[in-house]
């Protein structure tokens, strides 16, 4: 039974849970809790149609088209001008020798 309430009140729709009932609010609650409160004026009963069920529909995902960047040229590593080639060092050749010897 759908009630707005009228003041503050506590009570419990199921003999275990106590809750607390806030003035102005519209409560969807047991008729034996609000039959009661009704008759004491606590509460009014919600005449006229019941709201329907809301739903809450999620948005689309919208896809989000970013432009390309336009793509900056980076610099290339420093390169050396072409220059004298580095001489490695080889070692000397030992002298040649010829044998002298006539046979």
């Known amino acids: 039974m759908k009630v707005r309430m009228k003041?503050?009140?506590k009570g419990s729709?199921?003999?275990i849970d106590?809750?607390?009932y806030k003035k102005g609010r519209i409560y969807d609650?047991?008729?034996d809790l609000a039959e009661p409160w009704i008759d004491r004026g606590f509460a009014a009963t919600v005449k006229g149609k019941e709201p329907e069920e809301t739903k809450v529909?999620?948005?689309e995902e919208k896809k989000v088209e970013v432009p390309e960047?336009?793509?900056v040229d980076?610099?290339?590593e420093k390169q050396e001008p072409p220059g004298p080639e580095e001489k490695k060092e080889e070692p000397p050749k030992p002298p040649e020798t010829k044998?002298?010897?006539k046979n």
């Open 7 to 9: 003041e503050d009140r």
């Open 57 to 59: 529909i999620e948005p």
């Open 18 to 20: 106590v809750i607390d």
């Open 99 to 101: 044998d002298k010897k």
């Open 74 to 76: 980076e610099p290339k």
């Open 29 to 31: 609650m047991p008729a």
């Open 13 to 15: 729709p199921n003999g």
């Open 69 to 71: 960047e336009k793509k």
